[in-house]
């Protein structure tokens, strides 16, 4: 029975998260950002402000959450999901490729571009991919629990912040008269080029796990 309310507790709290993101990124695009409070995000929900400050910190973090939505966990279980002999630098590279590439909804890009403190939320937000991610890594270097995943994953989430930021604040895009950045410049290169070089760390902790396993 505990087990039960636990499993019903947890849902409705997923449910109330979910229901705050949408509302907050419903709002955002109807009126624009600078015009949404945290109040107005709570009511379109059905919750009270207070239950708001429980799931996020600012109304940039909820308008964001809704855009990378479940994206941690997307990553992690694709990086579980590929075969134990495929490499594990490709595996986490071709992961992160496949939940950072697919195609862009116009009108959400252009929300996050035009405010500068949704620009600072969603390169934040690669932060969540850390601790499911080290799992995942964990998992494939034998599941010894060490130091060695966390590290990693930490490193594979700061490359990807990096190749996020260069992307929406490349010169090679100057704003527009209206303050608009436009990302520019192939993202899937940028994120090769940042998680190439964790690639000897990467293997060097593959070939250590393999060396445990036959010892």
């Known amino acids: 029975m505990t087990t039960r309310r636990t499993g019903l507790r947890e849902q409705k709290k997923q449910a109330t998260r979910a229901a705050l993101r949408e509302a907050a990124l419903r709002l955002a695009l109807e009126r624009g950002p600078d015009n949404v409070r945290v109040d107005d995000i709570a009511e379109a929900a059905g919750v009270s402000p207070r239950t708001y400050n429980n799931y996020f910190s600012s109304r940039e973090q909820a308008i964001v959450a809704a855009i990378t939505a479940e994206r941690e966990s997307r990553v992690a279980a694709a990086v579980a999901a590929r075969p134990a002999h495929v490499r594990l630098a490709d595996a986490l590279t071709e992961a992160i490729l496949e939940q950072y590439t697919e195609p862009h909804d116009h009108d959400k890009l252009l929300l996050i571009t035009a405010n500068p403190a949704l620009c600072d939320a969603f390169l934040d937000a690669t932060a969540a991919i850390e601790h499911p991610l080290a799992a995942a890594i964990d998992q494939r270097l034998g599941g ?14 700061a490359a990807v912040r990096v190749a996020l930021h260069q992307w929406i604040q490349s010169p090679a895009a100057p704003p527009t008269a209206d303050g608009l950045v436009v990302p520019s410049g192939s993202l899937p290169d940028l994120l090769r080029s940042a998680l190439a070089a964790l690639a000897p760390a990467l293997d060097a902790a593959e070939a250590q796990a393999q060396q445990r396993s036959h010892q």
């Open 144 to 157: 010894t629990g060490t130091l060695t995943a966390r590290a990693l994953a930490a490193s594979v989430a």
